[in-house]
């Protein structure tokens, strides 16, 4: 069987320059010379095996990580802004665009950033929005935007506070919870945890050192929000450490991503990577065997799944995503090939959005994306209640899939058709970038296909894909 070139100039560069190591040096260090690191950085060789096993042994680098990243991302990414009726027929061949995201990943960032804020521009003119009118109205990212990108592009991994998580996880054992641990953590800094009957899940004084949570709530959600609000207090310059190097653009991206960060650190902590990687492969990703083992939700087990992607210690790459009653995505992350639109909803066909009509019930879908990758896709509803009475019940959806030939590994596969061709479903990432010719849920025109109109017929659709 032939073997698979690598091409990894991008990172090869990265690491040299994390290294503070010139050309030269760095082309020692792995074994050769000069002008051959040279055009390897430039994606004109692949990586040699001689540079591989170099790569390995003196930086102790995770091979596997040269032949994934963000390359596919910044594909999607791409083909995705490119369907904006904009750029009309402008659309540059996928070679293209997978060549710029290999040799140019910083540059293909800067053209989704100023799509990005062009589209926010349009949408602010259509909208006739006062911002316009105002001294201090500035073109940037939406804070919200922003942050969703940068823990999309780290591969929803971020190192250091995942390793902070599990130190402090490991407090715990047989004779004492997690819980206990994040009360007596905040007890010793003098702080004041109390129980009230409120809608509001948790709140800090920080005069009086005393944090109140809603009593209303489920038990898992209540050890969630201690945990947060561990990490704010006792991981507040870890935390600042990484948000320094995420710079981003505005004081409230900044504050978003560190709600985000605790967030993750909380999760981290509930479910900390070596164990739960480990109970994940034993119950063969089993949610709801999980969500009792660690005293999580299913939502919060699903989203961990989508996280573990530690160097050296990866699990099976997933996706993850959430989506609302009218098909906007909330939460979305992929460590596989199926990336999620920027902008707009999910594809109608994905099972996700069938979830809402079977509440409580796990729902299994066999899908393969126009690019010939076949997914297991498991949805399920994930609503919440007010705490009370008339209050209102928020309603989503969340998705956890992987590519099929992690099948084995999946209880979820078991009862599936795996090896039917016709099992799969076809579905899409947006309307405008697919390329299926015969989609009766499609909303709009491919942009890379010329239509046929013809007023006297009538198919699904008023026009035909040829």
């Known amino acids: 069987m032939a073997t698979q070139k690598i091409y990894a100039g991008a990172k090869l560069r990265e690491m040299r320059t994390r290294l503070t190591l010139t050309q030269k040096d760095f082309a020692t260090k792995l074994g050769v010379s000069l002008p051959y ?15 591989v096993l170099a790569l390995a042994q003196e930086f ?3 091979v596997t990580e040269l032949s994934t990243g963000d390359s596919e991302r910044l594909v999607s990414d791409m083909r995705e802004v490119l369907a904006d009726p904009v750029f009309a027929d402008m659309m540059p061949p996928l070679a293209d665009l997978r060549l710029t995201a290999s040799n140019a990943p910083a540059l293909a960032r800067a053209f989704i950033e100023l799509h ?5 521009t349009h949408e602010r003119l259509a909208s006739l929005d006062e911002a316009l009118g105002r001294e201090d109205a500035r073109i940037q990212a939406s804070p919200w935007e922003e942050v969703r990108d940068f823990f999309h592009y780290c591969d929803n991994y971020i190192d250091a506070v995942d390793r902070a998580a599990e130190r402090f996880a490991s407090r715990a054992d047989e004779s004492i919870s997690i819980r206990q641990v994040a009360l007596n953590s905040l007890s010793e800094r003098g702080i ?14 920080a005069k009086d050192k005393t944090l109140r949570l809603s009593s209303r709530v489920a038990p898992q959600t209540q050890v969630f929000q201690l945990l947060l609000q561990v990490a704010l207090i006792s991981q507040d310059k870890l935390l600042e450490a ?33 164990a739960f990687l480990s109970a994940a492969q034993e119950y063969r990703h089993d949610l709801e065997l999980l969500s009792n083992r660690f005293g999580a939700s299913i939502e ?11 160097p050296g210690a990866k699990g099976i790459p997933f996706f993850f995503v959430r989506v609302d009653q009218a098909g906007t995505i909330t939460k979305r992350h992929s460590a ?36 010939g990758v076949r997914y297991i896709s498991l949805a399920r ?53 697919c390329e299926r010719q015969t989609c009766h849920q499609r909303s709009v025109p491919p942009l890379e296909r010329r239509l046929t109109i013809n007023a006297h017929s009538r198919g699904t659709l008023p026009y035909e894909v040829t």
């Not at 004041?192 to 004084?205: A, G, I, K, M, P």
């Not at 560190?258 to 479910?271: H, P």
């Open 192 to 205: 004041h945890v109390t129980f009230t009957d409120t809608e509001t899940l948790r709140s800090y004084n």
């Open 116 to 120: 990005r804020a062009y589209r926010q």
């Open 242 to 274: 990484t948000l320094d190097f995420a710079r981003f653009q505005s004081d409230e991206a900044r504050a978003i991503a560190k709600i985000g960060l605790a967030n993750y650190f909380a999760g981290a902590s509930l479910m900390p990577y070596g």
């Open 336 to 371: 596989t090939r199926l990336q999620f639109a920027r902008f707009g909803g999910a594809c109608p066909l994905w099972n996700v959005h069938r979830a809402f009509e079977t509440p409580g019930h796990f729902l299994q879908q066999l899908a393969e994306t126009p690019d």
């Open 60 to 62: 102790g680098m995770d």
């Open 300 to 310: 919060q087990v699903a989203h961990r799944l989508s996280t573990l992607q530690r």
């Open 37 to 51: 690191l040279n055009q390897m950085e430039n994606n004109n060789r692949p990586i040699s095996t001689t540079v």
């Open 381 to 433: 509803d994930v609503s919440k209640s007010g705490g009370s009475f008339g209050a209102p019940v928020r309603r989503y959806a969340i998705a956890l899939g992987c590519e099929v030939r992690h099948a084995e590994a999946l209880v979820y596969a078991d009862n599936l058709d795996i090896n039917n061709a016709s099992a799969y479903e076809p579905i899409g990432i947006s309307c405008r970038i």
